[in-house]
């Protein structure tokens, strides 16, 4: 089956050590996400890519990084992790048009202690 | 940029009863998409319905239909004959095909269902 593919799906990391999570997808589209989901809250948009074309959020802090290197793999990078980052983090994916919707990994849970 | 108001931050139902979850929103727009997603404590977000603006038959998926008003700019959800497995957050979307390929989501309403 078509598919959103997140590696790990649990990670801990310390506290100012850069760790990468992964997403993979074998929908073939366009468009991938990474959100940062907290307890009970809407997933907040960190960055978006269309292709190779690297969409920041306005409030998504510099301390995220993200690479595309192929349509198929992308992957956050926190390059130093304090506590507040401690959240799930989701990956999605979507069509070009607007009528697509989103479809979602499994997500990480990532703890920094 | 679009605001998706879901004001029900937990609903409950009976199981087999029916449950409607509200959903507004702002746009000025005439054209766009709005989506229902679904994520169990399992955490993995899933698509339930979804309808275009431009259609003004309400969609339905089996047990799930909605009521979209898109003069009120409401979007609501009704799910019938819950079922245990329906307990989750459910999330409102909305996508423009004005605004790149953002998705604006609400904040969530949490759905308990009762044995």
């Known amino acids: 089956d078509a598919m959103v593919i997140q590696n790990p799906r649990y990670q801990v990391t310390q506290f100012g050590k850069p760790v990468t999570l992964s997403c993979s997808q074998t929908?073939?589209?366009?468009?991938m996400y990474w959100y940062q989901q907290k307890s009970s809250q809407a997933p907040k948009l960190l960055f978006h890519?269309?292709?190779?074309?690297?969409?920041n959020e306005a409030d998504t802090p510099d301390n995220f990084q993200s690479r595309r290197p192929n349509t198929s793999f992308c992957f956050l990078d926190i390059r130093s992790p304090g506590l507040g980052d401690a959240a799930m983090y989701l990956c999605?994916?979507?069509?070009?048009?607007?009528?697509?919707?989103?479809?979602f990994g499994p997500g990480t849970r990532l703890t920094v202690t | 940029a679009q605001t998706v108001t879901q004001s029900q931050p937990e609903m409950s139902v009976q199981e087999a009863e029916t449950v409607t979850l509200s959903c507004t929103y702002d746009?000025?727009?005439?054209?766009?998409?709005l989506f229902w997603y679904k994520q169990p404590p399992s955490r993995q977000m899933i698509l339930v319905i979804r309808?275009?603006?431009?259609?003004?038959q309400n969609a339905t998926e089996n047990r799930f239909s909605v009521n979209f008003q898109k003069a009120a700019k409401s979007f609501s959800l009704k799910i019938s004959d819950s079922q245990l497995g329906d307990a989750a957050m459910y999330f409102c979307?909305?996508?423009?095909?004005?605004?790149?390929?953002?998705?604006?989501f609400g904040t969530g309403t949490s759905l308990t269902v009762i044995p």
């Open positions: 999605a994916t979507s069509g070009p048009r607007s009528s697509y919707e989103q479809y």
């Open positions: 929908l073939n589209h366009n468009v």
């Open positions: 890519y269309y292709d190779k074309d690297f969409n």
């Open positions: 746009t000025s727009e005439s054209d766009y998409y």
């Open positions: 309808q275009e603006a431009y259609k003004q």
């Open positions: 979307a909305y996508r423009s095909p004005n605004t790149g390929n953002q998705f604006y």
